[in-house]
């Protein structure tokens, strides 16, 4: 509506792996938390644990399972034994598997893509999904590395749907991914970890203190 102040993106904790650290996401007002289902990752998260957070973020939050290049069976298996609202696919899914698994699965998809240059952003025009995340590109790592990316070459994406931003966020440089992006959402794993997989309850209150702060900025997506 004119006139009213911009909200600022919504906060996607990634690489959670115990419930306390899901409880502290949600009562910092997170929008979701993710759950990492890749074998290879130091993240993790097993699915008992992945059961008990769905189970107690059930309708607060959104809880996303992330995956890398999975089996249909094993995404809709871990999805209803997670109590999973969101999927995000990692790897090198086509837009056929994306729609599928919001078939099988009935939640929303994202669909994650690792920027090297503006044609990576291009390609994710043909994936018709909910939501589109952007995350650096390291060679042989699908996600987590803490490292940036050129930010303005997200400005090459057009909007929709609702662009996620990863790759490298901090509480000290998330304000500048947002004032440079502008997206729906910001998504944080190693940025507020005090080790791979163990968060730093500290940090994620400041990565969301930094994120509110942003709420003034023009353009922000509400």
Not at 21 to 34: C, F, K, N, R, S
Not at 198 to 214: E, I, L, N, S
């Amino acid at each position: 509506m004119w006139g009213m102040a911009p909200l600022a993106p919504r906060i996607k904790f990634c690489g959670i792996t115990t419930v306390q650290d899901a409880q502290h996401a949600a009562t910092l007002g997170a929008w979701a938390v993710g759950l990492i289902f890749w074998p290879h990752s130091p993240r993790r998260c097993k699915l008992d644990v992945a059961a008990e957070i769905g189970a107690t973020l059930k309708r607060r939050v959104e809880v996303a399972g992330v995956f890398v290049n999975p089996t249909l069976p094993e995404v809709a298996e871990t999805a209803e034994a997670a109590g999973l609202t969101l999927i995000q696919l990692h790897g090198d899914e086509g837009p056929v598997f994306c729609a599928e698994v919001a078939r099988r699965t009935g939640a929303r998809v994202i669909k994650a893509a690792r920027v090297h240059s503006g044609a990576d952003i291009q390609a994710l025009s043909a994936y018709h999904t909910d939501f589109h995340l952007l995350d650096s590109h390291v060679p042989g790592t699908p996600g987590g590395t803490g490292e940036t990316f050129a930010w303005e070459l997200a400005r090459a994406h057009r909007g929709h749907p609702p662009l996620i931003l990863s790759g490298g966020l901090t509480p000290e440089n998330v304000a500048g991914a947002v004032t440079a992006v502008r997206p729906y959402a910001v998504d944080v794993a190693s940025g507020v970890e005090i080790s791979p997989g163990v968060k730093d309850q500290a940090r994620m209150a400041a990565f969301a203190t930094a994120v509110a702060g942003t709420a003034d900025v023009e353009g922000v997506v509400a």
